[in-house]
């Protein structure tokens, strides 16, 4: 994917988003972060085309990303949002199987293709077992694990996700973020995502884009982005970077 010249605005008066040209590289994690109203969940929806740039162009494997039909490009990419909503009373596969809806015409869809979807969906998110559950018993964790799987039944080679450890506690935090991982890792996902966690996205990226007041200030590798210089500039905050042994590199507020 290709981000040329961007930029987005709600009121046609302030820029969200600035200018931004970026390339999205294939087979990579990269994490979109930068503090609350720096554009990052802004320039995923329009790389979602949630929205169209006022100006600029997107491009996906060559083509313009809003000239794309619907359907068709959620055969492309799939999208995790920040805040999803269910009936509560639904089971986790039917929900997921709401994933194969790209693929549905007036004659229905290919059954057994829908059925491989959803069963290679729940088995990459180790929710098999809990197929027939109601979405009411599940704790959040579990339910974002839910959302994702919804998401991977669309058997898209680009998954997006929107701040997808808010709201979670620490262990469910991990937990997605180590699912994340192995998507990229076994299937080969290309992943953009927006995270908040600077350590997290240090540990869990490939590619990081910082963005600022609507433009992104730095991108690259974890360690060539997140430097003291970077992250003073970028959050006003002053921090010490760390080595540990196991971890690698990590991050630690001093102050303001």
């Not at 000239?67 to 596969?93: C, G, M, R, S, Y």
Request: negative net charge.
């Amino acid at each position: 994917m290709d981000i040329r010249e961007v930029s987005f605005s709600y009121d046609q008066q302030k820029d969200i988003v600035q200018s931004v040209t970026t390339k999205i590289e294939k087979g990579k994690i990269t994490t979109i972060i930068g503090p609350n109203g720096s554009g990052k969940s802004t320039l995923l929806s329009l790389m979602a085309n949630n929205h169209c740039p006022n100006k600029g162009q997107i491009h996906l494997d060559g083509q313009t990303l809003n000239t794309f039909k619907p359907k068709e490009l959620a055969k492309k990419l799939a999208v995790v949002h920040q805040q999803n909503e269910a009936p509560l009373d639904l089971t986790i596969e039917r929900l997921v199987a709401f994933g194969r809806t790209p693929y549905q015409t007036m004659r229905g869809g290919d059954k057994e293709e829908d059925e491989r979807a959803i069963e290679w969906a729940l088995s990459s998110t180790k929710l098999t077992d809990k197929r027939k559950v109601p979405l009411a018993s599940l704790s959040g964790g579990e339910r974002q694990r839910v959302w994702i799987a919804m998401a991977l039944a669309q058997k898209t080679p680009i998954l997006f996700l929107d701040e997808p450890t808010t709201y979670l506690d620490i262990y469910y935090q991990f937990d997605i973020l180590e699912l994340i991982r192995e998507l990229n890792a076994v299937h080969g996902l290309t992943i953009v995502m927006v995270l908040h966690d600077m350590n997290q996205a240090v540990r869990y990226s490939d590619i990081i884009i910082a963005m600022k007041d609507g433009q992104i200030i730095s991108e690259g590798q974890p360690n060539d982005v997140l430097t003291e210089e970077n992250v003073r500039h970028i959050y006003d905050v002053s921090v010490t970077i760390r080595q540990d042994a196991e971890t690698g590199m990590y991050i630690v507020p001093v102050g303001i």
